[in-house]
């Protein structure tokens, strides 16, 4: 009696192309006798794979302002702003010898002044390019020292109206304590162009023109 054939194994499938593997295809695997093919779970797999792909495209376009803020946020609170020294510097009116430009030499022992007391004076600082400002530095006063501070008229309020490239503003208003020395404040903004600095209120003495000794712009890298 002769000895049964051997049984050969099933031919392997051939690879799947990458398009197929991307839409949730399988490679089809050899069956038994009797074995049916799953249809349904195939079918669904291939259904719901272009639908996610799909909404994760959409989910991508949609969301490209937020992507951007995002990184904006990340970056400025991970890397230290840089210096961003006005090109223009201009004001309503000056103090004899307290011009506006004293108030972005980078020191505080010079200072601007507007040419009467009391508020309603503005200082006017331009870009020559448009700028992302983060914060800026305020030292109030023609000096670092007390009994000079105090000798002079001191602004209190502050208001910094931010001009874009666009031609928008947007107000942004901070109150000096009075004191000397340099004050930090937020001052976020993108696309910059201009800034006017209006003096609301003062301290006193207020028959003596509100004085401003250093006025320092800060933008991301």
């Keep these: 009696m002769a000895a049964p054939a051997p049984r050969q194994a099933p031919t392997p499938p051939p690879p799947t192309p990458w398009w197929k593997r991307l839409f949730g295809a399988a490679p089809a695997e050899p069956r038994l006798a009797g ?26 376009w949609f969301g490209r302002p937020l992507y951007g803020g995002a990184f904006d946020f990340v970056r400025d609170h991970t890397t230290d702003p840089e210096a961003a020294p006005p090109t223009g510097k201009s004001a309503s009116s000056e103090a004899p010898g307290m011009p506006a430009a004293a108030a972005f030499d980078g020191v505080s022992n010079r200072a601007w002044a507007p040419g009467e007391p009391g508020p309603g004076a503005e200082l006017v600082a331009t870009f020559d390019h448009p700028v992302r400002l983060l914060k ?59 800034v006017r600095i209006r003096i609301d209120s003062v301290y006193a003495p207020t028959d003596q023109p509100p004085a401003i000794a250093e006025v320092e712009f800060f933008r991301g890298r």
Excluded: N
């Design 35 to 60: 074995e049916r093919p799953r249809v349904r779970a195939r079918r669904r797999r291939r259904v719901v794979a272009p639908l996610l792909v799909a909404a994760l495209l959409a989910a991508l």
């Design 136 to 194: 800026v530095i305020v030292s109030p006063g023609t000096s670092g020292k007390p009994e000079d501070f105090l000798a002079h008229g001191r602004p209190e309020r502050l208001t910094f109206r931010v001009v874009g490239a666009d031609g928008r503003e947007s107000d942004v208003a901070i109150r000096l304590r009075d004191q000397p020395g340099p004050q930090t404040f937020d001052l976020r903004h993108t696309d910059v162009r201009e």
